[in-house]
Nanobody
Framework: QVQLVESGGGLVQAGGSLRLTCAASRSTANMESMGWYRQAPGKQRELVAAVTRSGIRHVFDSAKGRFTISSDSAKNTVYLQMDSLEPDDTAAYYC?????????WGRGLQVTVSS
């Protein structure tokens, strides 16, 4: 079973940037999609950004124009570049990969944006 290791979270001031990294333990060449969800306290987990096997990238809702998802297939890694961060971006961010009819999650990491 694939494992996901996330890195890059932390504390940043509003307007700042962070880059999240998610590395898979084995090839994700046959994945359906890979990307990031987030969950703020008291809120449901929501999809932030994803990339499909064909390379199509999606960024959702309030992250549009500020977040960018990219991938490196040789490293089985996806990145989430987050710019112009806002306090509402504060949440636990979870990497996922959908592959072989199974969704695997990372352990999550905290992103805190101070005002």
């Amino acid at each position: 079973q694939v494992q996901l290791v996330e890195s890059g979270g932390g504390l940043v001031q509003a307007g700042g940037s962070l880059r999240l990294t998610c590395a898979a333990s084995r090839s994700t060449a046959n994945m359906e999609s890979m990307g990031w969800y987030r969950q703020a306290p008291g809120k449901q987990r929501e999809l932030v950004a994803a990339v499909t096997r064909s390379g199509i990238r999606h960024v959702f809702d309030s992250a549009k124009g500020r977040f960018t998802i990219s991938s490196d297939s040789a490293k089985n890694t996806v990145y989430l570049q987050m710019d112009s961060l806002e306090p509402d971006d504060t949440a636990a961010y979870y990497c996922y990969v959908r592959m072989d009819l199974t969704t695997t999650w990372g352990r999550g990491l905290q992103v805190t944006v101070s005002s």
